[in-house]
T-cell receptor, first 115, second 112 residues
């Protein structure tokens, strides 16, 4: 059973640019959630995808968008990057309805630096 | 504001001692809590969870205590080891479904 994989592991972008981060969900999982973790802070929920549609969103502007594909993998896109977007972006996969942690697995994240 | 929060940002303990990490929450309706461990360069890893119908749950070297009266939970790590050095978060699925709200976290440093 493979876990959650994210790519790339590190990325440096310039302010104003666009970025796409990728996540492959764990086998058997159909839901992907994205979190932003600023340095020294806890992860903050961005949004969740289920059945290729957004299924809940946190307090993030529309320039944060996502996709989920038929194989349940997902992308996070951020447009018009700002310096404050520098953070660790975490992807977590789960089975919809699995409210316990036993069905919730995090990837190691993508470290995004905006300069 | 956030539903969960941590009392201390950093905790230093001697190897072999017990560690206690605290967490407060504000939503009386919260009925399920999870503790995560996050090592440097990695994503959060599940440690232990507890439902509100319990006040204590034990795992391997870890115990979680829940006090619903004062909306407080704690993670106790017995015989702390260098490998326990990490940031610890409590989390609460306040958003329903599979969405988690995390606290700021406590950095645990184990001194040899």
């Amino acid at each position: 059973e493979t876990g959650v994989t994210q790519s790339p592991t590190h990325l440096i972008k310039t302010r104003g640019q666009q970025v796409t981060l990728r996540c492959s969900s764990q086998s058997g999982h159909n839901t992907v959630s994205w979190y932003q973790q600023a340095l020294g802070q806890g992860p903050q929920f961005i949004f969740q995808y289920y059945r290729e549609e957004e299924n809940g969103r946190g307090n993030f502007p529309p320039r944060f968008s996502g996709l989920q594909f038929p194989n349940y993998s997902s992308e996070l896109n951020v447009n018009a990057l700002e310096l404050d977007d520098s953070a660790l972006y975490l992807c977590a996969s789960s089975r919809q309805g699995a409210v316990t942690n036993y069905g919730y697995t995090f990837g190691s994240g993508t470290r995004l630096t905006v300069v | 504001g956030e539903n969960v929060g941590l009392h201390l940002p950093t905790l230093s303990v001697q190897e072999g001692d017990n560690s206690i990490i605290n967490c407060a929450y504000s939503n009386s309706a919260s009925d399920y809590f999870i503790w995560y461990k996050q090592e440097s360069g990695k994503g959060p890893q599940f440690i232990i969870d507890i439902r509100s119908n319990m006040d204590k749950r034990q795992g391997q070297r870890v115990t979680v205590l829940l006090n619903k009266t004062v909306k407080h939970l704690s993670l106790q790590i017995a015989a702390t080891q260098p490998g326990d050095s990490a940031v610890y978060f409590c989390a609460d699925p306040t958003g329903g479904g599979n969405k988690l709200t995390f606290g700021t976290g406590t950095q645990l440093k184990v001194e040899l």
